[in-house]
């Protein structure tokens, strides 16, 4: 090979390099940034509410509530778990509860820390699958799509419903109503395009990924589309020729959603604050908003929504504080759990799996 050729090629290999690095400081500074403006909020609202009255909302806590309050979320986990568990048996792999009870957990963890509007652990999950299971990587991947896709779905839901209720007791300003109106649609019409996309065949993610100018798509971002849209067909596949089994995970989603009121009231209950229908659709539904927000572990955010629901409500804004770090300490439970099983397991990085699923095409 020409010397020109090799200064040409190393060059290259350089400015890729450079631009990989931009990209990799441009990701952590956004993180560290969140983190920064989350932890502020977090003081803030503390401080508005003040920890003296934050504490006082538990001087009535019951050890029964509580109790029935980590069953019940527990009972929650074994239904989501079920819910994947459905899907995959429909699939054709029998993969035994409790391991994918610990999958889930791990992948619980991963999402919680990190700043992607409560994603990021479903590379996890979809590893385990493929390195204990032997189950394809776009297959595991869709899997645990699907699972997450109906997850969401039902937070978007919840939390319309939460809203919509704030709309209709409350009188808000007319400015007010319109954002949060406006908000409500855009939100539904991404999940039916999502939904419908997929349906179709036609993607969604790989649609998106594809707003890339090809210049700047490096070997690893080509690779990541394939495996997206690879994904996106078994999908569509499942959606297409599994129709009562989604029927099913949707039911699956309901007793959920009557768990969740569940777990919401015998929370409000150990805050000190006796719960109507209303309040706990309202209280869940903007926890469930809190963590769509791209805030790792939704820090600050979760607080300050249950402050601001229990003040449009007249109800006293510490309570809604206090039933805030209520529901972080039980998320802290389980990712600490989650990272406890990530470390005895050891788990690769998503270059990693996109990598062992390239030696399966």
């Keep these: 090979m020409l010397p020109g050729h090799c200064h040409e090629r190393r060059s290259s290999r350089q400015a890729r390099l450079k631009k990989k690095g931009r990209a990799y400081m441009r990701k952590v500074f956004a993180a560290i940034a969140s983190v920064v403006i989350g932890i502020a909020l977090f003081v803030a609202v503390v401080g508005s509410a003040g920890l003296h009255n934050i504490l006082g909302s538990f001087k009535d806590f019951s050890v029964i509530y509580l109790a029935l309050f980590l069953f019940v979320s527990f009972l929650i986990a074994c ?74 779905a039902a937070d978007i839901l919840f939390g319309c419903i939460g809203v919509f209720l704030i709309l209709l007791r409350f009188a808000l300003p ?97 805050v000190g604050f006796d719960p109507t229908l209303r309040t706990i659709f309202m209280a869940g539904g903007f926890v469930a908003i809190s963590y769509l927000v791209p ?10 929504g249950q402050y601001s629901i229990f003040k449009v409500i007249g109800a006293s804004p510490h309570t809604g504080v206090a039933l805030g770090l209520l529901i972080r300490a039980r998320d802290l439970l389980w990712t600490l759990l989650g990272f406890i099983l990530i470390s005895h397991y050891g788990i690769k990085s998503i270059r990693g799996i996109l990598e062992n699923g390239k030696q399966e095409s």
């Design 79 to 152: 239904t989501v778990t079920y819910r994947w568990w459905v899907i995959l048996k429909s699939e054709g792999f029998h993969v035994p509860f409790i391991k994918l009870a610990l999958y889930r957990t791990m992948g619980y963890a991963v999402s919680y820390v990190t700043p992607s509007a409560h994603l990021g652990g479903e590379p996890v999950m979809a590893y385990m699958l493929h390195k204990k299971h032997d189950i394809p990587t776009s297959r595991a991947f869709s899997s645990v799509l699907i699972a997450k896709s109906l997850e969401i």
């Design 174 to 270: 007319k400015q007010m109503i319109l954002f949060v109106i406006s908000g409500l649609a855009l939100a539904i019409i991404m999940l039916g395009l999502f939904f419908t996309r997929l349906i179709k065949g036609q993607g969604f993610f790989s649609t998106v990924m594809k707003i890339v100018p090809y210049p700047l798509r490096s070997t690893y971002f080509k690779l990541l589309i394939r495996r997206v849209r690879e994904t996106e067909l078994c999908i569509t596949s499942f959606l297409r020729n599994r129709a009562e089994c989604v029927l099913f995970a949707v039911s699956i989603s309901a007793v959920l959603w009557a768990l969740m009121g569940l777990e919401y009231m015998l929370a409000l209950r150990l």
């Design 295 to 304: 805030v790792p572990a939704a820090i600050g955010v979760l607080e300050a």
